[in-house]
């Protein structure tokens, strides 16, 4: 590694090395999982993240610019700032909310929106780790999307309530079918129970 | 402190006397299906015929002055068995004196497997039949971090297998099978952050019985299914910054689950463990031992609130028994 190296984070799927002004972000194979299966895992997962990250951007999502793609890695602009867990209030739920409304309205699922895939820079959220994102503006998509955003949230912060009244301001700014959602997301919750 | 448990949410009639170190004794009767998979006229059926023998069968090796509180399994689970196994807990408080305690199935499973691998606060994969959900404690509660958006993973095995003409249970015969063979045939693989889908899988793999041999799909299907529970299970050990992971549930007893989680753990340096199989299958002591931890806490279930609770999720108890440092 060379003396530009900055940090190499770790995450669920992929090994970070914040590098000068630049992200690699490399999916690592998991020997657990059959090759076949990994391989093909991680280089879907690869080129759907560079591809999807980039077209959110270009629909005015906040997310770091894609510089290069090469197999299983990634490399793209740094972002500085916290991951939005870190700085939680209401402000910030608001804005993401806004932010994923805008994802949504470009006719994209993140697919993992937690609150250690946004990072809160310069007063805006930027969304990051596309890898499991997709084209879909059905209500279903969306709904799971919020669902995720919201159960991690209320696995993690005591405020979820009004975090998540927060969040649905920011959603409903933009996207006018923001009760549809919650009608959704509260369906959602009502599966996968006991009978 | 003695406390007497009865299970009987589904498949396991099951009673038990616990303590605080140990299983004292353990009584159970397993309802088998005659064709197809668990019925629950039926299952009640069996809890009925057989609750009585179960528990005269594990007070007979005590004293039943020692006994200082009845616990059954509330929820969730089959609403006709939780009615049953509800109705001789309340019977059996009342003729010993002593407190009662309803208890959550799930925490249950959860609780048996700290208590027998000694793990703290681990990340929880809880995988039986009709649940599946990643859980991490936190602040009182257990809380789920990701579940099944559809089907839980054993009632995913059983579906496939019936289908496939194996005999219920299936899991444990779609593991044999699928150790027969290396090759590997593409199934849906669905994670949404810690959510995930299995129904997409028996979905595929009922379709490719037209082509394929049972021993691949059974290969594949196990594969797909359990590396999502594995990724899943990662996810939350990065998310919630934890080095522990405990398994749970019946479907833990699989081998090839167990080795995929244990070998996930040891790329990251976490540290994994499960119970023997006779703690992962429903059991009575599971639901003794965890109503025992709830009476030292304090907690009872006043006769007026005990009634059955099919769908009683896990994040609904206060958990007060766990210190973390």
Same mark, same amino acid.
């Given at each position: 590694?060379?003396?530009d190296?900055?940090e190499?984070?770790t995450g669920?799927?992929? /090994? ?13 194979? +998991? ?9 093909? @895992? ?8 560079? +591809?999807?990250?980039?077209d959110?951007?270009?629909a005015?999502?906040p ?5 290069? /793609?090469?197999? $299983? ?9 916290p991951? /939005? ?14 932010? @994923? ?10 697919g993992?929106p ?15 780790? $596309? ?18 955003f919201?159960q991690? @949230? ?27 959602? /919650? ?11 006991y @009978? | ?44 059926? *069996? ?14 090796s005590t004293?039943?002055r ?13 609403g ?5 196994? %509800? ?24 609780e ?7 793990l703290?606060d ?14 991490s ?18 009632n995913?095995?059983?579906?496939f ?9 299936? %899991? ?12 590997y045939?593409?199934?849906p693989?669905?994670? !949404?952050?810690?959510?995930?889908s ?11 019985? !037209? ?21 899943v ?14 398994l749970a ?5 699989? !081998? ?7 070998v ?23 639901i ?6 709830m ?11 005990s ?17 973390? *440092?």
């Amino acid at each position: 590694m060379d003396r530009d190296t900055l940090e190499v984070v770790t995450g669920a799927e992929a /090994v970070v090395v914040l590098h000068g002004h630049s992200v690699v972000k490399q999916r690592v194979p +998991k020997d657990y999982r059959i090759a076949e299966l990994d391989t093909k @895992l991680r280089r879907e997962r690869t080129r759907l993240e560079a +591809k999807i990250q980039s077209d959110a951007r270009r629909a005015g999502v906040p997310t770091p610019i894609i510089e290069a /793609v090469d197999g $299983f890695s990634i490399t793209m602009e740094r972002i500085e700032g916290p991951p /939005v867990h870190s700085v939680m209030n209401e402000v910030v739920a608001e804005a993401i909310g806004a932010v @994923l409304c805008a994802l949504h309205s470009a006719g994209i699922i993140h697919g993992d929106p937690t609150t250690r895939n946004m990072i809160f820079s310069a007063g805006r959220v930027y969304l990051i780790d $596309f890898g499991l994102s997709s084209y879909d503006r059905s209500l279903e998509a969306r709904g799971v999307d919020v669902h995720v955003f919201f159960q991690t @949230l209320e696995a993690t912060d005591d405020r979820f309530p009004a975090l998540k009244d927060a969040f649905l301001a920011g959603y409903s700014r933009n996207c006018s079918d923001a009760a549809l959602i /919650v009608e959704k997301v509260n369906e959602i919750k009502e599966r996968g129970r006991y @009978l | 402190m003695i406390v007497l448990g009865i299970e009987g949410t589904a498949w396991n009639l099951s009673a038990s006397l616990v303590d605080d170190d140990e299983v004292l004794c353990e009584a159970s009767s397993a309802y088998i299906p005659a064709s197809g998979g668990i019925h629950p006229r039926e299952a009640a059926q *069996h809890v009925a015929n057989n609750i009585a023998g179960v528990i005269r069968q594990v007070l007979s090796s005590t004293d039943p002055r020692l006994i200082e509180g009845v616990a059954f399994s509330q929820g969730p689970g089959l609403g006709p068995c939780l009615r049953i196994v %509800g109705t001789a807990a309340r019977a059996l408080s009342m003729r010993l004196g002593v407190p009662l305690v309803g208890v959550n199935h799930c925490i249950a499973h959860i609780e048996v497997g700290r208590w027998k691998t000694h793990l703290v606060d681990p990340i929880v994969l809880y995988v039986s039949g009709a649940n599946s959900q990643v859980l991490s404690y936190r602040q009182q509660r257990y809380r789920i971090l990701g579940e099944t958006l559809d089907i839980g993973i054993g009632n995913c095995l059983d579906k496939f297998a019936r289908s496939a003409g194996l005999p219920h249970p299936g %899991g444990p015969k779609v593991e044999r099978l699928a150790q027969e063979s290396r090759n590997y045939l593409p199934m849906p693989y669905v994670v !949404k952050g810690m959510d995930f889908s299995f129904s997409g899988i028996v979905t595929a793999a009922t379709e490719a019985l !037209k082509s394929a041999s049972l021993e691949e799909i059974c290969y594949s299907f196990q594969e797909t299914a359990f590396s999502m529970l594995v990724e899943v299970s990662e996810r939350a050990l990065s998310q919630m910054d934890k080095s522990d992971l405990l398994l749970a549930g019946g479907v833990g007893a699989n !081998k090839r689950l167990q080795e995929m989680l244990s070998v996930m753990c040891a790329q990251r340096g976490a540290r994994f463990s499960a119970p023997k199989s006779e703690y992962l299958q429903d059991n009575g002591a599971m639901i003794a031992y965890t109503g025992l931890l709830m009476l030292r806490h304090g907690i009872q279930t006043p006769i007026a609130s005990s009634g059955a609770n099919a769908s009683f999720r896990p994040d609904e108890v206060e958990v007060l028994w766990i210190e973390t *440092h």
